[in-house]
């Protein structure tokens, strides 16, 4: 069973059912369970076409379902228009797609949750752990979204700030290695700087791209993690290093600042060190302030601490630190590097082993967890 093959073509049949007549919510209800039956059928036998099996069977599904409501003499007529066989339209609806999530009905954190959710395959949790929000607020706020924009057309497309944040976020995910989606997010940011003439359309496509330039040299051949200052820096892709630093001097000369122009310059400034020990961290931090002045995001200012931490000493980085909430992610973490980069190591080895008790993922944990016993063998010596 091809997962990736599942998944790449998702948003396409979900946009046929609702340029056909479905409304928004039972189309992505009809998709799941086509979805659904081609797990159980495809492993004895893929079909040839499978877009236009997922079309057809999703449609059926969708038919079933409205058949069974108030306005089954309406939907009646839809029966018509079933697709005929054959090999459907090779049609990319997914940017599109986009664009109907961010309906114009929605506030902008329900857009990007309904779009992560029905066309970045996230599952409910993921969202909400990139909204720093319990689960069951997230799933009443996609459920909420849906039926906003049931109904909804292609005719009034959403916001463009809003597709870039979901686009943003579908790469972070995708990136961490959990839901492999950051080429996509990367192909999709391609094609709407194609169309979008924005500094900020191209400062978060050079993001993407400096920080997939990094990818391979991310983890070790056993999975671990490694960290940036680690890191083999001739294991960069240079060729999308290049493209990232050249859309981003462009995007900047206009002189229209945003938070993804502030991001890929930090990302930039990494880039170009030739070693860790080389980077620039006074001008990152200078770049912190700008975006904390952007965003006013209590992550953006926990990475703040850390490169206050590098270009000013550990402890103007924990002073930095002790002005935010002790309860935000990855808050431990960054308290534990700041009191090794200090000397303090039994502070340091017990904040890692607390760090990885709340590590998000399995990988995370893990080299939270040897950081610590690391630390543990030194003082043991």
Same mark, same amino acid.
């Given at each position: 069973m091809d997962e990736a093959l599942l998944?790449?073509?998702?948003?396409?049949?979900?946009?046929?059912?609702?340029?056909?007549?479905?409304?928004?919510?039972?189309?992505?209800?009809?998709?799941?369970?086509?979805?659904?039956?081609?797990?159980?059928?495809?492993?004895?036998?893929?079909?040839?076409?499978?877009?236009?099996?997922?079309?057809?069977?999703?449609?059926?599904?969708?038919?079933?379902?409205?058949r069974a409501d108030t306005a089954r003499r309406r939907r009646e007529d839809l029966v018509d228009e079933e697709p005929a066989p054959g090999p459907a339209p090779a049609v990319d609806d997914t940017l599109q797609l986009y664009f109907l999530c961010a309906h114009p009905s929605l506030t902008p954190s329900s857009a990007v949750a309904l779009t992560l959710r029905a066309v970045g395959g996230l599952t409910t949790r993921q969202i909400a752990q990139a909204y720093l929000v319990p689960e069951a607020t997230m799933a009443q706020r996609?459920?909420?979204?849906?039926?906003?924009?049931?109904?909804?057309?292609?005719?009034?497309?959403?916001?463009?700030a809003t597709v870039l944040r979901v686009l943003y976020l579908v790469f972070n995910e995708g990136y961490s290695g959990d839901v492999d989606l950051a080429a996509e997010a990367i192909r999709l940011t391609r094609q709407l700087a194609a169309r979008v003439d924005h500094p900020e359309v191209a400062g978060l496509l050079a993001l993407m791209l400096l920080h997939h330039a990094r990818r391979a040299a991310r983890t070790a051949p056993d999975g671990s993690l490694v960290p940036l200052a680690e890191q083999d820096r001739g294991r960069w892709d240079t060729g999308?290093?290049?493209?990232?630093?050249?859309?981003?001097?462009?995007?900047?000369?206009?002189?229209?600042?945003?938070?993804?122009?502030?991001?890929? =310059?930090? &990302?930039?400034?990494? /880039? %170009?060190? +030739?070693? $860790?020990?080389?980077?620039?961290w006074v001008q990152i931090v200078e770049w912190y302030d700008e975006l904390a002045r952007l965003t006013d995001?209590?992550?953006?200012?926990?990475?703040? =601490?850390? &490169?206050?931490?590098? /270009? %000013?000493? +550990?402890? $103007?980085?924990?002073?930095?630190?002790?002005?935010?909430?002790?309860?935000?992610?990855?808050?431990?973490?960054v308290a534990a590097y700041l009191h090794e980069r200090d000397g303090d190591l039994t502070t340091a080895a017990r904040l890692y082993a607390e760090a990885a008790r709340k590590a998000p993922d399995l990988a995370e944990r893990d080299h939270l967890t040897r950081q610590a016993a690391r630390l543990n063998a030194r003082r043991s010596r």
């Open positions: 998944r790449s073509l998702t948003p396409s049949v979900l946009a046929i059912l609702v340029r056909r007549g479905a409304d928004f919510a039972a189309a992505e209800d009809a998709v799941q369970e086509a979805l659904v039956e081609a797990v159980r059928v495809w492993p004895a036998e893929q079909p040839r076409d499978p877009k236009g099996w997922l079309v057809t069977v999703a449609w059926r599904k969708f038919l079933d379902a409205t996609i459920s909420r979204a849906k039926r906003t924009v049931s109904g909804a057309r292609f005719d009034r497309p959403g916001d463009v999308s290093i290049a493209e990232g630093v050249a859309i981003l001097q462009a995007a900047l000369a206009r002189d229209r600042l945003g938070e993804f122009q502030a991001q890929a =310059a930090i &990302a930039a400034l990494h /880039a %170009d060190a +030739p070693t $860790a020990e080389e980077t620039d995001s209590p992550v953006v200012r926990l990475n703040r =601490a850390v &490169a206050v931490g590098e /270009a %000013d000493g +550990p402890r $103007a980085g924990l002073a930095a630190l002790a002005a935010l909430d002790d309860a935000l992610p990855r808050h431990t973490a």
